[in-house]
């Protein structure tokens, strides 16, 4: 435009899916006036102070050549989030953005812009589950995450202190801190992500904004990324690892011949291994034994369990070894997976033994460990009549089983007890006979 600064009118790129305009190319000028008018009316609408350069961060270079972020708008940065198991990427709504300062003091304040393409905005609306009007569950859901600044490995969820979002001017629900009994330190919370579906506009004319408040960490960056994902079940991912393929047996057989073998040489040698076929975790039968690549053992869990328990809570440690077992590393192990399918193995059978030639058998406890003689101590029953009057009765277990269809008697095995003892219950007998010595 005539009079108008080439800077004013740069080219604009506008969220994918935002706009379409007819009867120009995309590439022309006019098209990109355009786009920015329209850029500048719904800012207008949502109440937002327009910022042309609001998708760049001005940079300034200091005399150490270290830039300073000087916009207070968040810079894309090449960080990878390790994904997570049960939920897939269906497209990233920003990309993962450094959070930076805004000021010299510890408290800032960054926002976050993202508008939905017609496609994404109908995947929400049709997967949700409104049978509860209450609390309306969303299958494709809008995700927010936040981790450390670092480029090196894939980063796991870290909220940065004292932090707040807000969705177009809506609080937003963070996981609540976990407690902590450490003077002077303050309470971090879980690393998950957030779920912002419900504080969202699900339409794609209008923008979407993110208010986010925080304080900085001494020689720490925080990075924020926004994604739209599909929610996944544990049985779906049950499905998927079944699908994936099952660990073969001669591996594990192997495996067995190995652990063995390494304790040939030794001067107490390992002749077989005992192995529980109880799942650690439900205290019952495995139905799909499975382990991560990573452990070095050979006792398995059971994955129904396993992640139906990740889906309540994700830790993600292996239930044997305490170490970390994630959803990628895992495999169904097909040798016991035989095992527990084989018709050899009784239905009490709950332990097995494994052999130097990789073999298996059932473990079976010996007779003797089984019933123990133990003479069965005889009971007795004490009835106190009155104060002065205790009534024993003891009574043979073994006698009893003997005269157990003979009427009792009234005098056979009844002795009266006169003497005196130290006990409490002979404390109002001493009584009695401490206030007739006191009467003479």
């Known amino acids: 435009p005539v009079g108008v600064p080439e800077h004013l009118w740069a080219p604009f790129e506008p969220p994918s899916g935002l706009f379409a305009f007819r009867g120009h190319p995309k590439g022309s000028n006019l098209s990109k006036v355009i786009t920015r008018s329209a850029k500048r009316k719904m800012y207008h609408q949502n109440s937002i102070p327009f910022n042309p350069d609001a998708n760049r961060v001005m940079q300034q270079s200091n005399n150490n050549g270290i830039l300073n972020y000087v916009s207070g708008f968040p810079q894309e940065v090449d960080v990878k989030l390790k994904k997570l198991a049960f939920f897939d990427i269906l497209a990233t709504l920003v990309n993962p953005s450094l959070l930076s300062p805004t000021s010299s003091q510890r408290l800032h304040e960054n926002t976050l812009y993202f508008t939905l393409s017609p496609s994404h905005a109908s995947e929400i609306a049709s997967n949700r589950d409104i049978r509860n009007p209450s609390r309306v569950e969303h299958t494709v859901q809008v995700q927010l995450r936040f981790c450390l600044m670092d480029t090196a490995t894939e980063q796991d969820d870290y909220f940065p202190p004292n932090i707040a979002v807000k969705v177009n001017g809506k609080q937003c629900q963070l996981p609540n801190p976990i407690p902590t009994n450490k003077p002077g330190v303050e309470p971090k919370r879980p690393p998950r992500p957030v779920n912002i579906t419900g504080n969202i506009k699900a339409s794609p004319l209008v923008a979407n904004t993110v208010q986010i408040s925080w304080c900085t960490e001494f020689n720490r960056g925080h990075v ?44 107490i040698a390992t002749t077989m291994l005992r192995v529980s076929l109880i799942c650690p975790l439900g205290k019952m039968r495995m139905s799909t034994p499975c382990r991560a690549s990573t452990c070095m053992h050979l006792q398995c869990f059971d994955a129904c369990l396993y992640l139906q328990m990740n889906e309540r809570k994700p830790t993600w440690n292996c239930p044997v070894c305490d170490k970390q077992a994630v959803y990628e590393n895992l495999v169904i192990d097909g040798y016991f997976q035989d095992v527990i399918a084989s018709k050899n193995l009784g239905p009490d059978s709950n332990e097995i033994q494994l052999h130097e030639d990789g073999s298996w058998s059932a473990y079976v406890m010996k007779a003797d460990a089984q019933t123990l003689d133990t003479p069965l101590k005889p009971t007795q029953k004490v009835e106190i009549l009155s104060d002065d009057l205790v009534i024993s009765t003891k009574c043979d277990l073994a006698d009893k089983g003997n005269n157990q269809g003979a009427e009792p008697s009234s005098t056979t095995g009844v002795t009266v007890d006169l003497t005196l003892s130290d006990s409490d219950d002979d404390l109002p007998l001493k009584r009695k006979q401490n206030s007739g010595n006191a009467n003479r």
């Open 224 to 267: 924020a990324s926004i994604y739209l994902v599909k929610k996944l079940t544990s049985p779906q991912l049950l499905q998927r690892l079944k699908t994936k393929g099952i660990k073969s047996a001669d591996i594990t057989r192997s495996l067995i011949k190995e652990k063995l073998q390494e304790d040939a040489d030794c001067d």
